[in-house]
């Protein structure tokens, strides 16, 4: 991947990230969230951004990490092999991130954008108690002969964890947090498995951190039984292992104030872990980059819970669109398609019957078979002026779809002004309908009635056409259905005609009644012929009211349901963007993972 790349991969998942942890603050039921999601972006900015823009492993971070009072300070003194300012009990509380460097040499820091998220780096040495979003390097000497892990690490002495808001200091916490490679979490025995402090260790493992657990403060006595008993309590319940647990137990005043040179016995074993973790320092790096990728790649889902919430209100809004898209459909069906005739297909079947008639002697024949069935054809004006419906008077198609739409916008306008308290998108929609969304819709609709129209006035005709223009363009077809008339017609003729002369005057009621029987047939063959085209005809008319339908849903309220579906993720509002990051950041994450294992073969 090209650095350029990379670079805007990062940021955008560094973005995105940022904005889901603003979303998370403005719930109050997601605030908790909002720490975890300031933690992965942070581990993008801190550690696989400058990882994948060539920042080499040195200097390695161990962070020092912990409940108040649990004795941070007094490991970052030991890590150092010096004397620290703050574990002196007059120290106050540490309210920003302090490194310790050795004294001498530059520190290669990154350059990558976002480094350190909003921490700056103060220029001039502060008391730690200094409440900003700031981080200082203090530099110190180790002493003669004091083996410190200085060397290949930068010691962060960090702020308490003591809240979960990630506001405060905790987010200068969280920095730090994602930026070691190793921690050190503290914990005394007097408040060893409070919740904030613990909910931070189990982020800490589930994201892979390799984690020395640190033990203070126990009477020597008590070690075994309370190494076991934080095993048990709160080791067991994490999700992963942390690297070891090491002890202190309580020190005296000397081994407080100089524990290098007077706690050797507790400050070796530290140091030694560390130092161990650190070695070799790519391998150490490495192994922080994959955790850190793994980790925003495999909890994905669980960093995107605070949007669950406005995915079930965007999904309840687009079914409510849905069910109004259904009414609307179904209303014009029953208002207006089911009333209409198309004239159009009432010529057609005119026609249709005029073809069927034969040219030449078949239209004698016919002419005939006219005189004969006269008295069907009366027969059938007059039934069919007593029984014929009206035609329709239904509404006009425009007012129908008019009036439809109106329903529709109701249904939403209701159901928004319902709702608006339990979701702010149900908010944002109501507050759409209050600022003049109607009329929005309705000019919308508009413009795709245009083309519905279009589509429609074509359809009709083309389709009423067919009818009588596939018989005129297959002869054979059209021959053969002529004939069939033809045949059926001459046969009744003769056949009648026959059976006057065969009966000779023997019979006058047979002849009379062969006589009669003639324009009986006559009109029997019409009937059936005239009952076919019609029912044929029907059958397209039937056709062209399901094709309308489509028409209708096709260019008016299908693209009305999708526009609506999406209005409130448009318009540059919170669920535009929202609905943006759930469409890249799987994306986007897949990316990275991919980019990070073809940077570390
Ligand atoms: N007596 C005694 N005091 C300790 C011990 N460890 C830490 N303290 C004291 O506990 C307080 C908090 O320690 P500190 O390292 O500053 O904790 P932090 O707030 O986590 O940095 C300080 O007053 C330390 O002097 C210990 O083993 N024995
Ligand atoms: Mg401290």
Not at 416 to 425: D, G, N, V
Not at 540 to 567: C, G, I, K, N, Y
């Amino acid at each position: 991947m090209e650095q350029a790349d990379v670079r805007s991969l990062t940021n955008q998942l560094a973005e995105d990230l940022a904005w889901l942890e603003e979303h998370a603050r403005s719930q109050p039921q997601h605030v908790a969230q909002a720490a975890e999601l300031h933690y992965a972006a942070a581990l993008l900015r801190n550690v696989v951004a400058p990882y994948l823009e060539g920042q080499g492993p040195q200097p390695l971070h161990v962070a020092v990490v912990g409940g108040a009072g649990a004795g941070k300070s007094t490991v970052a003194n030991m890590l150092c092999g010096a004397i620290l300012a703050e574990s002196n009990p007059q120290a106050g509380f540490t309210r920003h991130p302090v490194a310790y460097a050795p004294v001498n040499g530059a520190i290669a820091w990154p350059s990558s954008l976002g480094f350190l998220g909003p921490l700056q780096r103060l220029s001039k040495p502060e008391p730690s108690s200094l409440d900003a979003d700031v981080y200082q390097v203090r530099r110190v000497s180790q002493e003669a002969g004091e083996f410190g892990v200085l060397e290949n690490f930068l010691v962060w002495d960090c702020p308490d964890m003591t809240t979960w808001q990630a506001t405060g200091y905790v987010p200068r916490l969280l920095e730090v947090a994602a930026l070691a490679d190793v921690l050190v979490y503290v914990a005394s025995d007097e408040r060893y498995n409070d919740e904030v402090p613990t909910e931070f260790l189990r982020l800490l493992l589930r994201s892979g951190k390799m984690v020395v657990v640190c033990l203070m403060k126990m009477r020597e006595a008590d070690v075994p039984a309370f190494v076991a008993h934080f095993q048990r309590a709160v080791l067991d319940q994490m999700p992963a292992r942390a690297v070891a647990i090491l002890t202190v137990p309580q020190l005296t005043r000397a081994q407080l104030v100089d524990p290098n040179r007077n706690a050797p016995a507790f400050r070796v074993p530290i140091v030694n872990q560390i130092f161990v973790l650190g070695s070799p320092a790519s391998a150490a790096r490495q192994r922080t980059v994959r955790s850190a990728t793994a980790y925003l790649h495999s909890h994905q889902q669980h960093l995107l819970n605070v949007a669950r919430d406005d995915l079930i209100a965007l999904e309840r809004w687009g079914q409510l669109v849905r069910e109004g898209q259904l009414e609307f459909d179904n209303r014009y069906r029953r208002e207006f398609l089911t009333n209409e005739r198309f004239h159009r297909f009432d010529e057609a079947l005119v026609r249709l019957l005029e073809l069927l008639e034969l040219p030449g002697v078949g239209r004698f024949v016919s002419k005939t078979m006219d005189v004969l069935r006269l008295p069907w054809t009366m027969t059938k004006k007059l039934f069919h002026t007593a029984l014929a419906r009206p035609d329709a008077t239904g509404m006009p198609e425009q007012r129908v779809l008019e009036d439809a739409l109106a329903g529709w916008t109701d249904l939403l306008r209701k159901e928004a002004a319902r709702r608006a308290q339990t979701h702010p998108l149900w908010q944002h929609v109501h507050d759409g309908f209050n600022s003049g969304l109607v009329d929005v819709i309705k000019g919308r609709f508009g413009d795709s009635l245009k083309t519905f129209e279009i589509g429609l006035g074509e359809e009709v005709e083309r389709t009423a056409r067919s009818i009588y223009e596939d018989l005129e363009k297959n002869p054979v077809a059209l021959n053969a259905f002529r004939s069939t008339k033809f045949a059926l017609e001459v046969t009744t003729i003769l056949g009648s005609a026959g059976a006057i002369i065969y009966t000779g005057g023997i019979g006058l009621p047979f002849v009379l009644g062969a006589a009669a029987a003639m324009p009986l047939a006559a009109s029997v063959i019409q009937m059936l012929v005239d009952f076919f085209g019609k029912q044929f005809v029907d059958f397209h008319r039937e056709q062209t009211r399901d094709r309308q339908q489509a028409l209708v849903t096709q260019h008016v309220s299908a693209p009305m349901a999708e526009w609506l579906t999406q209005w409130p993720t448009t318009g540059g509002s919170t669920h535009e963007r929202l609905q943006r990051i759930l469409q890249r950041l799987p994306a986007n994450l897949q990316q990275l993972q991919e980019a990070v294992d073809g940077a570390i073969k």
